[in-house]
């Protein structure tokens, strides 16, 4: 059974920190890595997707990659009170599926003014 | 419209009733999913059409019945359901199946 492990938080920062969010996965196979944002009663938002190892950026968005240690992150540099919002880890690939997205449970982030 | 709807976003049901949800993506995709997300677990895919036919039933109980009648509409029949079956319900498309999945609004459903 595939699994994608995220810290529930909620994790807090203030305003202008760098915010970390970490994922575990842990199916050696799987090949593409998302990260979805979530704001509460809202549905998930695709904010970052990776394939390959090392970093990706995209605006006050990095998403970083470590097959070898089956580990993804997403660091929210300058973070604003408007990141506050659930972040959903999910990973496609591997056994059994290629098209199968598996979630974590999310890290509940709140950035303080 | 653009993107995946769903409609309602908010329904109510007794668990004698029988009611539908309905998602309706305007993007031209070939996939569509649909998803439950409960309190304090992770999304789970319940099912997955690809060009209207159905590749994923992931073991979620026959009171829960998919229709997929054209690559534009998908939805869920319900019947008989259980208070633990509240949740939000999401649908998802998907241009290809290993493409990126794209989600509507969800309907919130309560079940007393």
């Known amino acids: 059974q595939k699994e994608v492990e995220q810290n529930s938080g909620p994790l807090s920062v203030p305003e202008g920190a760098i915010a970390s969010l970490n994922c575990t996965y842990s199916?050696?196979?799987?090949?593409?890595f998302f990260w979805y944002r979530q704001y509460s009663g809202k549905s998930p938002e695709l904010i970052m997707s990776?394939?390959?190892?090392g970093d990706k950026e995209d605006g006050r968005f990095t998403a970083q990659l470590n097959k070898a240690s089956q580990y993804v992150s997403l660091l929210i540099r300058d973070s604003q009170p408007s990141d506050s919002a659930t972040y959903l880890c999910?990973?496609?690939?591997?056994?059994?599926?290629?098209?199968?997205?598996?979630f974590g449970k999310g890290t509940l982030l709140t950035v303080n003014p | 419209e653009t993107g995946v709807t769903q409609t309602p976003r908010h329904l109510v049901m007794g668990m004698t009733n029988k009611k539908s949800l309905k998602c309706e993506q305007h993007?031209?995709?070939?996939?569509m999913y649909w998803y439950k997300q409960s309190a304090k677990k992770p999304l789970e895919l319940m099912f997955v059409?690809?060009?209207?036919?159905?590749?994923e039933n992931n073991s979620v109980p026959s009171r829960f019945s998919p229709e997929c009648p054209n690559s534009s509409h998908l939805f869920l029949h319900l019947h008989t359901l259980q208070p633990e079956d509240s949740a939000l319900y999401l649908c998802?498309?998907?241009?290809?199946?290993?493409?990126?999945?794209?989600f509507g609004p969800g309907t919130r459903l309560t079940v007393l």
């Open positions: 059409y690809s060009l209207e036919e159905r590749v």
């Open positions: 990776i394939y390959s190892n």
């Open positions: 998802a498309s998907s241009q290809l199946l290993t493409d990126t999945q794209y």
């Open positions: 199916d050696r196979g799987s090949q593409s």
């Open positions: 999910a990973v496609r690939g591997g056994g059994g599926s290629n098209y199968k997205l598996t």
């Open positions: 993007l031209g995709h070939n996939a």
